[in-house]
C-alpha cells in the first residue's frame, strides 16, 4: 500500500493544530426576571380554569420539589363574560393536570361566541387578558392509515377530512385521548395549524398521537416499555381514540405555535429561550385562550 507523504504529514498537522486550539466554552446565562406564568382556558360547556406559577430559569431541573415552591396559591382570580363576574380565591387540586393546583370558576360556562375577560391579582400587581370561543369546525370524517415507516404491523396514524370555512383567519389545535392508555387528552408537537394556504379548501389532515405532559420520568419509561417496538406517536388497530379538534382565535395560536417551535429547540444552548408569544398584559408569561371543541370518537377496526 502506497502512501503519500506530503498528505500524511499535512494532515498531522492539520490535527494537532485542532487539538491544540480546542477550549471549553462556558456559556452564563442571565437568571431570568421574575414573572408569574398564567395558563387558562375556556370551552364551551365547560367551566373556565387557571394555572398559575412562578417561572424558572430556563435549564433549571423540574422536580417535585421545585415544582410545588413555583405554584402560586394565594392570588385573586376574576373571570368575567361582560355580565356574570366570579372572583375566585381558592385553588382545587386536579390530580390529572400538572401542576394540579388551579382555580376554577363555578358561575360561568363557556359559550360559543362569547369574550372572556381574564383578570389575576397577585402581589401587588395586575394581569388582564382577554379571548373568545370561536364556532367548531365539524369533521366530516376520521380514518385509520397504517404506516409503513416501521416494521410493525397494524399500527398507523388517523387522518381528518373537513371542510376549512371561506373566511381567512381560521386557527385550530387538536388533542387526542386514547382509552386504556391516556388519562388526559393529549397532543403531539405540531398541534396547532392555520388555513393561510387552505383557506376554504376540503382538507386531509395527519393526526398524531401526543404525549402526556403529566407523567414523571418513570412513568414515560414504563409507557415506552410497555409499547414496545410500537412508536410512541402511533395508534394502534383495536384503539378506541377520542378526537377532540379546537377552533382557537390568533393569539391563542401564536402562543401554542411558539412554545411548540421553543421546545423543538431545547438542548440548544444558544436559542433564545424568551421567544414565547402571549396575550397576558401586565407583564406575567402564558395564555389565556377559548377552545370552539368538537368531539368524535373513532374505533379502529
Known amino acids: 500500500m502506497k502512501i503519500n507523504i506530503k498528505y500524511f504529514f499535512r494532515n498531522i498537522i492539520i490535527a494537532a493544530i485542532c487539538i491544540s486550539c480546542e477550549k471549553d466554552i462556558t456559556v452564563e446565562l442571565s437568571k431570568p426576571e421574575n414573572k408569574i406564568v398564567i395558563e387558562g382556558a375556556i370551552e364551551q360547556g365547560q367551566h373556565p380554569y387557571i394555572f398559575i406559577t412562578r417561572n424558572a430559569a430556563y435549564f433549571e431541573p423540574v422536580n417535585d420539589s421545585t415544582l410545588f415552591n413555583m405554584i402560586i396559591l394565594d392570588a385573586t382570580v376574576i373571570v368575567s363574560d361582560g355580565t356574570i363576574t366570579d372572583t375566585i380565591i381558592q385553588t382545587t387540586i386536579d390530580p390529572y393536570t400538572v401542576p394540579f393546583f388551579k382555580y376554577i370558576s363555578t358561575k360561568i360556562i363557556g359559550e360559543i361566541g362569547k369574550t372572556y375577560y381574564l383578570t389575576v391579582h397577585f402581589e401587588n400587581r395586575t394581569y388582564t387578558a382577554r379571548t373568545f370561543i370561536p364556532p367548531p369546525v365539524i369533521l366530516d370524517s376520521i380514518a385509520f392509515k397504517e404506516t409503513n415507516e416501521v416494521s410493525v404491523d397494524s399500527v398507523g396514524t388517523l387522518w381528518l377530512y373537513f371542510t376549512d370555512p371561506d373566511t381567512l383567519g381560521n386557527y385550530y389545535r387538536y388533542f387526542t385521548k386514547t382509552l386504556g392508555k391516556d388519562s388526559v387528552f393529549v397532543h403531539p408537537v405540531g398541534s396547532v395549524s392555520d388555513d393561510k394556504i387552505i383557506n376554504g379548501q376540503f382538507i386531509e389532515f395527519l393526526a398524531y398521537r401526543g404525549w402526556n405532559p403529566n407523567l414523571t420520568e418513570e412513568q414515560r419509561e414504563a409507557e415506552l416499555e410497555a409499547l414496545g417496538d410500537i412508536p410512541r406517536w402511533a395508534f394502534v388497530r383495536g384503539e378506541t381514540v377520542v378526537m377532540k379538534f379546537c377552533s382557537i382565535d390568533a393569539a391563542h ?20 429561550p424568551n421567544s414565547v408569544v402571549t396575550n397576558i398584559e401586565g407583564g406575567a408569561l402564558g395564555i389565556w385562550g377559548g377552545y370552539g371543541a368538537y368531539y368524535d370518537t373513532l374505533k379502529i377496526n
Open 253 to 272: 395560536y401564536h402562543f401554542w405555535r411558539t412554545v411548540e417551535l421553543q421546545n423543538s429547540t431545547d438542548g440548544n444552548p444558544f436559542a433564545t
